[in-house]
């Protein structure tokens, strides 16, 4: 069965806004490495209505290098409850976010690589709640923002059991965490 992962970078205090402020400084060749090859085992993007829409402004006009084209290249899925245009950015289809137990069921059973998530908002606290998630790898930056917008919410409340570490000399630190329940 597919997994599903969500992928996010966030500051050491936990917040997650506006990371072309703050963690472009930090971007070196083993950490995009590692990007490029944890992005390869995925071959669909998971993603809520706003995440999607900032990113179909800006991944299709990049192109050109292995991991644009493959991230452009990836099916993606929006869950969302009001129109999207999916025109943007294909190929794209659309998961009503009133099903979104069923609709993630069904592609974690289908043949193929990862389900990537990328953000952390009320998707993956829907995915977490439904026992759909399976990974939060959590790209922390050595970077304290003093403020913004949070990595969790109390919706996300939950246990989780530390699978992995990975640490890069940029002070970037990978945690991979599984959730637990609870």
Known sequence: MRKVVASTIATLDGFIDNP????????????QTHAFTTTKEADAL?????????????WP??????????????????VATEPVDTSLWDPTTVIDGNDLAGAVTDLKKRDGGDILVWGNGRLTDGLAAAGLLDEYRIWVHPVIKGSGEPLFRPESAGKVELVDTLTFPSGIVVLTYRPTGG
């Open 20 to 31: 072309h402020e703050w963690s472009m400084e930090y971007s070196e060749e083993k950490s």
């Open 61 to 78: 006009n990049m192109g050109g290098n292995p991991y644009a084209d493959h991230v452009n290249s990836m099916a993606k899925y929006v």
């Open 46 to 58: 998971l993603l809520g209505r706003v995440t999607y829409e900032g990113m179909a402004q800006a």
